[in-house]
């Protein structure tokens, strides 16, 4: 079956830090990989996407970019702010067949002033 | 409204009693998803709606789980003889179709159910 692996957290950085969050990834086919946050009290909301091999998905500059070759979707930002303080949850939706989406066990994000 | 509704937002029962979690997808939106979340577990697949048909409904961790969803809107999830394992985050997801690569899921904020 498809699964996903991200780093446990919590991930504990300073503001202005470079941030990583690790996403790897097991399924058959081409499929669909996403980044979610959820901020404290919140409902998750999408944070970026990637549909094919090589797509790069930013946003609120967060980057990540679909590596079919070690299929991987690791999340970055250059500078954290306060406010990037979340759980950030690496998914996938498959390409076929079963239309059930994979999500990881989510990465907990505290960044200190 | 705008976004995915989920109602109540808080539900305290007690062991052995049955709840019903509601939830509002977005206009239009012709794939609903259930999910849990336990704390530090992640998502759990529950459930997902193809307008009112459940392709899947093998997340369902019991016969004592069930859900419906009418008119290709609200759904419902049902839990009879709540479990105190029970307690946990229901989440409540829509996106405009399955099977669609690339397609986001909009979610609730979610059903917060504790099980004394």
């Known amino acids: 079956g498809n699964s996903v692996t991200q780093m446990e957290g919590p991930v504990t950085l300073s503001e202005e830090a470079f941030l990583t969050i690790n996403c790897t990834y097991t399924a058959t086919g081409y499929p669909s990989l996403f980044w979610y946050v959820q901020y404290p009290g919140e409902g998750l909301q999408l944070l970026l996407k990637?549909?094919?091999?090589?797509d790069k998905g930013s946003n609120k500059g967060f980057e990540a970019t679909y590596r079919k070759e070690t299929t991987s979707f690791h999340l970055e930002k250059g500078s954290v702010q306060v406010s990037d303080s979340a759980v950030y949850f690496c998914?996938?939706?498959?390409?076929?067949?079963?239309?059930?989406?994979?999500f990881g066990r989510g990465t907990s994000l505290i960044v200190h002033p | 409204g705008a976004g995915v509704s989920q109602s109540p937002s808080n539900k305290v029962t007690e062991k052995g009693k049955d709840v019903e979690l509601r939830c509002d997808p977005i206009s239009g939106h012709t794939a609903l998803y259930w999910y849990r979340q336990s704390l530090g577990q992640g998502l759990e697949f529950l459930i997902y709606?193809?307008?009112?048909?459940?392709?899947?409904k093998s997340g369902l961790p019991s016969d004592r789980f069930s859900a419906e969803r009418t008119g290709g809107s609200v759904s419902t999830l049902t839990i009879q003889r709540t479990q105190q394992e029970d307690s946990a985050v229901y989440l409540c997801?829509?996106?405009?179709?399955?099977?669609?690569?690339?397609?986001?899921?909009?979610f609730g904020p979610g059903t917060r159910l504790t099980v004394l």
């Open positions: 709606f193809q307008g009112n048909s459940a392709p899947d």
């Open positions: 997801a829509s996106s405009l179709q399955t099977g669609f690569l690339g397609n986001e899921q909009f």
């Open positions: 998914a996938l939706s498959p390409s076929g067949g079963s239309y059930i989406p994979t």
């Open positions: 990637a549909t094919k091999a090589d």
